[in-house]
């Protein structure tokens, strides 16, 4: 079978650090954190972790009320990445309606705080009569997906994936497929999450968050180091316009780069440990996908949360099959860990290290820790050349993906 | 409660749940052709109006017969005269 070419021709972003790519970048690039003490959550019994990062929610009344009444946050987050990633890309109304044109945008579930109002509403009392019309459409797990297609008069394909942190590399990954397969012309795709002291709970009782930085916010998460003591969860969203290569050539689209490789796995080990050896597979199978050899990737973009467990395995998978070729950093110590949104943001910053030629380093990695040696870890700002690079995502649930992005100007070196 | 107290109350719900400006919630404004709600924000209507007046209306047969700003006036005003005649 005879498979299309995929590239990546626009980019959108809501982060804890702005909300548009400019702003986000800049903040990496000055190497700031947008993690900050959450007082609001002394009041939860239990709570150990008092620490967040943010994005700001604005100009959210743009979007008419009868659109905005089934949108969450993270669905307004998504709308407003999605309209910027639009307004990059430069396709039309009629390439939206075409019905070529779909949409896969992945979260862990539908908005934390209208599940949470729903119960609180609801459950007193067990009373459904003050419920309001669009809290089921606020809850439900394709709500982010669902918002931003009938937003934007979306025809063609709609889904959501639902893999916690890996969603949003599903979601891109998936689009991936289906473009070159020839389904669709056209995906917006990517990952929204929202912020709530149920999600950073979720996390806490599993003793998987940062609890020894509530009062020096700044300096957590630390992915690799080896004070490192968790995750910070962030909020946002991430979405990129995928396009069939000729389609983009065709209308002089500007291509950010061509995806070249991607595969997803489950570990079918542990619900919630990382795994090794499913990590390895995931890798090497994009590299296959791909067609090329560890020694050929520039850049890593890791998943490295900063938990004690996920990073040990990570470093270990990476060690493994790069050895200390292939320079490797994480994005959380600027933004938070924004989970089903994390892939989709942090792919978008890859791409715009690879068209700078520039490595953004590792926030509050000051000391290797000893379980993660053996990898090129970026401590600073770096120049280098970046014709490819590998984004890894591995959620809950032993889920894993990896996708290849290859700059344009070097497919035919 | 005065019928000019349900007009205010009424009044304020739609300018607060439904964004409309105040100019435009004349009586015989159809909540549909002049105000622009749909049959999701009818459900929420209902919600809202429980809440501003403490009462129950979502069983309410009379609920599908309104079509004006008066004639929701008008229903609240019944079931308020309701009310205290059964006190």
């Known amino acids: 079978m005879n498979l299309k070419r995929v590239v990546i021709t626009g980019a959108g972003v809501i982060s804890p650090l702005g909300n548009e790519v400019h702003s986000f970048i800049e903040g990496l690039e000055t190497g700031k954190s947008a993690v900050r003490y959450m007082e609001e959550w002394r009041g939860y019994t239990g709570m150990r972790s008092h620490v967040a990062a943010p994005a700001e929610l604005k100009d959210e009344r743009k979007i008419p009320r009868q659109s905005r009444r089934s949108m969450g946050r993270m669905s307004i987050f998504a709308v407003q990445a999605s309209e910027q990633a639009i307004a990059d890309s430069g396709i039309t109304p009629a390439d939206m309606s075409s019905g070529r044109t779909g949409c896969i945008i992945g979260s862990t579930m539908g908005s934390a705080k209208s599940i949470n109002d729903v119960f609180e509403t609801m459950l007193p009392a067990k009373d459904l009569s003050n419920l309001s019309s669009s809290m089921f459409f606020q809850c439900m797990a394709h709500t982010a997906a669902a918002n931003v297609a009938q937003y934007l008069g979306l025809t063609g394909y709609i889904m959501a994936s639902a893999a916690a942190c890996a969603s949003s590399l599903q979601a891109v990954g998936t689009a991936y497929d289906l473009i070159r397969l020839g389904r669709q012309d056209i995906f917006l795709c990517g990952g929204a999450e929202e912020l709530h002291p149920t999600v950073t709970g979720s996390f806490d009782i599993l003793y998987a968050t940062s609890v020894k930085y509530n009062q020096t916010p700044q300096k957590t998460p630390r992915p690799f180091d080896k004070d490192r003591d968790g995750l910070v969860c962030g909020e946002g969203s991430g979405i990129l316009v995928l396009e069939e290569y000729e389609h983009a050539v065709c209308r002089n689209a500007k291509i950010y780069a061509e995806i070249t490789g991607y595969s997803t796995c489950g570990s079918g080990s542990h619900m919630s440990q990382s795994d090794k050896q499913s990590m390895i597979h995931c890798m090497n199978e994009t590299l296959h996908c791909a067609q090329i050899t560890p020694g050929q990737i520039d850049y890593i973009s890791a998943h490295a949360t900063g938990t004690q467990q996920g990073d040990t395995e990570e470093a270990a998978a990476i060690r493994e099959v790069f050895g200390g070729s292939a320079p490797v950093?994480?994005?959380?110590?600027?933004?938070?860990?924004?989970?089903?949104?994390?892939?989709?943001?942090?792919?978008?910053?890859?791409?715009?290290?690879?068209?700078?030629?520039?490595?953004?380093?590792?926030?509050?990695?000051?000391?290797?820790?000893?379980?993660?040696?053996?990898?090129?870890?970026?401590?600073?700002?770096?120049?280098?050349?970046?014709?490819?690079?590998?984004?890894?995502?591995?959620?809950?649930?032993?889920?894993?993906?990896?996708?290849?992005?290859?700059?344009?100007e070097a497919i035919n070196d | 409660m005065t019928e000019q107290e349900i007009v205010e109350i009424t009044n304020k719900v739609f300018e607060e749940s439904f964004e409309i400006e105040r100019e435009k919630l004349t009586p015989d404004a159809h909540i549909f052709t002049d105000l622009g709600l749909d049959s999701l924000d009818i459900v929420d209507l209902v919600v809202a109006l429980q809440k501003s007046f403490g009462v129950m209306i979502r069983n309410e047969e009379k609920v599908r017969d309104i079509r004006t700003l008066q004639d929701i006036y008008n229903f609240i005003s019944a079931i308020k005269k309701e009310e205290t005649a059964k006190k």
């Open chain 1, 329 to 408: 950093s994480s994005l959380k110590g600027y933004i938070g860990h924004t989970l089903g949104a994390s892939g989709a943001i942090e792919l978008i910053a890859s791409l715009i290290m690879m068209k700078k030629g520039l490595i953004y380093p590792t926030l509050n990695l000051t000391e290797v820790g000893s379980d993660c040696r053996g990898i090129k870890h970026v401590t600073e700002l770096t120049p280098k050349k970046i014709n490819t690079f590998l984004k890894n995502c591995f959620a809950f649930g032993g889920i894993n993906a990896s996708l290849i992005c290859r700059k344009m």
